[in-house]
């Protein structure tokens, strides 16, 4: 078989692969957004961060967020996981305030997003969400059972 037919082939069998990724990433934000309760969301660890890494806007994973019960699940857009990345109980989580985008940071954000910190027993993060957003993540957070409500630093 002649070398261009070789290259034509896997030209095709490329973006076959291409197109079922985005099939694929189309089916699993269907499946995932099903209940509803979904939006977008962005996560950052802040564990040994320094100022001018925040100040670069790095670590920041694009996602989406669903509320489950008291639990907070977060999906990362691209990823072709059926389970989330990373997840938060209510009872677990304090907020500490919020913040606007510093620097190249509102480039690797979604428009319009503000940055809530927030921490657990076991890991201080940032959420990134619109503003609407943020009014529902509060409202969700005072909705805890008694003696577990909104905890702020």
């Known amino acids: 078989m002649p070398l261009w037919v070789w290259i034509v082939d896997s030209i095709g069998v490329l973006l076959l692969l291409v ?21 977008e969301l962005s996560h ?3 564990s040994g961060a320094t100022d001018e890494w925040r100040k670069a806007g790095r670590g920041w994973a694009l996602g989406l967020g669903r ?10 857009i691209f ?3 059926l389970r989330p990345h990373h997840v938060v109980e209510r009872g ?4 500490d305030g919020q913040r606007e985008p510093v620097g ?11 940055i809530v910190c927030c921490h657990s027993s076991t890991s201080e993060f940032e959420l990134a969400m619109t503003p609407e957003a943020v ?4 409202s969700w957070l005072e909705a805890a059972p008694p003696g577990r409500g909104l905890r702020a630093h």
Do not use: P, Q
């Not at 489950?68 to 990362?76: A, D, H, I, K, Q």
């Not at 677990?92 to 907020?95: G, K, M, R, S």
């Open 19 to 39: 197109l079922l990724y985005g099939l694929s990433l189309v089916i699993r934000r269907r499946w995932i957004t099903r209940n509803g309760g979904t939006f």
């Open 44 to 46: 950052r660890a802040r």
């Open 67 to 76: 509320y489950s019960g008291g639990r907070l699940e977060f999906f990362r």
């Open 79 to 81: 990823s072709l996981a």
């Open 92 to 95: 677990d989580l304090t907020y």
């Open 104 to 114: 190249t940071e509102a480039h690797s954000l979604y428009a319009g997003h503000v």
């Open 135 to 138: 009014t529902g993540f509060l």
